[in-house]
């Protein structure tokens, strides 16, 4: 019988709240791609979206502001079997942590970042996030918002992220079939998932959104996907038109894949190049103290071995 990942913890999110829709398409997908408590972690910061993993029957960290990435990574580094989801806010991954998410693109582990996206910081009462534009005056700012804004899509393929995609937490189908294809690529994948929150946002509300989003999946000439044999030329075309529609924040704003490479090897495949044992024999799964509960880990002899 397929596992339901809802856990019976009681929900806290406000009315009308996107997040739900996010829970709902993670959890449908998990299901879907026919995985087991025990195949998933989610990893969390601090915010309103940092208490999905409460809200999942499988294993999840609430971590520290900021952090989920570097305790995500360790989760995969450590045991490369896991399939790693990162739940995190817009404030919480590229304000406070904004520097993780750039090494982990570059890096292309293999975790799955979903961005919650909603322009503000929930959790503690609405002010202005690193997504909403200057100038912007929601109903949780005393005045206009004084910061510029960053474009999580394009400093993603910037930072070197291998799938990037992005959702609208109101097309629950769509998002869980973006969160499947993300959870199937072996690089890193980043889902930014545009999603009102009705308590501090009055603009970027559900009806904004609605009026805006349109699928690139819908074009017949949209095509992101780079193989290992795809021509260095059309990855360069593919990764500038993913760039270019990134850009698009008007009248009309994208939701799908923009840019799809699998021909990045991730970096569990890079270390596992180095340390043949590594996939086999991960460090989850070693036995590191004897019985007398002292450590059999002689650290001078595994740098000895590893470090040329
Ligand atoms: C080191 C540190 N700095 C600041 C805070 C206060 N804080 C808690 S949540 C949060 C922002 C959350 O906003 P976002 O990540 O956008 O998530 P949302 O609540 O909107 O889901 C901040 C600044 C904290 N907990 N720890
Ligand atoms: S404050 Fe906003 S983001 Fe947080 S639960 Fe309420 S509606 Fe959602």
Redesign the pocket.
């Known amino acids: 019988m397929a596992h339901n990942f809802r856990s019976d913890v009681a929900i806290d ?2 009315p ?4 739900f829709g996010i829970v709902t398409g993670l959890t449908q997908a998990l299901t879907e791609l026919n995985y087991g408590p025990n195949d998933v972690v989610a990893v969390s910061g601090i915010g ?1 979206s940092g208490k999905t993993p409460h809200y999942l029957n499988m294993a999840g960290i609430h971590t520290l502001h900021g952090r989920s990435i570097p305790y995500a990574t360790g989760v995969k580094l450590a045991n490369p079997r896991l399939k790693v989801i990162v739940t995190s806010g817009d404030g919480d991954m590229l304000s406070i942590g904004a520097g993780h998410f750039v090494a982990e693109g570059r890096r292309n582990t293999g975790l799955t970042i979903i961005l919650y996206d ?1 322009e ?1 910081y ?2 503690t009462k609405g002010q202005a996030a690193p997504t909403m534009a200057l100038g912007e005056k929601t109903k949780g700012l005393a005045r206009p918002n004084v910061f510029g804004k960053v474009n999580p899509i394009t400093m993603a393929l910037s930072s070197g992220y291998s799938f990037v995609a992005r959702g609208f937490s109101f097309d629950t189908k769509h998002l869980k079939e973006l969160i499947k294809k993300a959870m199937i690529h072996e690089g890193s994948s980043f889902i930014d998932v545009l999603q009102p ?4 946002n009055n603009i970027n509300t559900m009806e904004w959104y609605r009026g805006k989003v349109y699928k690139m999946d819908d074009e017949k000439s949209w095509d992101p996907v780079v193989l290992p044999d795809t021509s260095a030329e059309s990855v360069s075309e593919k990764f500038n038109n993913a760039y270019k529609r990134g850009l698009e924040w008007d009248d009309k704003i994208p939701i799908g894949v923009f840019y799809d490479n699998r021909a990045i090897p991730s970096f569990v495949k890079r270390i596992a190049e180095y340390l043949p044992d590594y996939l086999n024999n991960p460090p989850a799964e070693q036995i590191v103290a004897g019985t007398d509960g002292y450590t059999n880990v002689d650290p001078f002899k595994t740098f000895a071995d590893r470090v040329i």
């Open positions: 999110w406000c009308g709240c996107g997040d309103c909603n503000v929930g959790l929150c009705p308590t501090y």
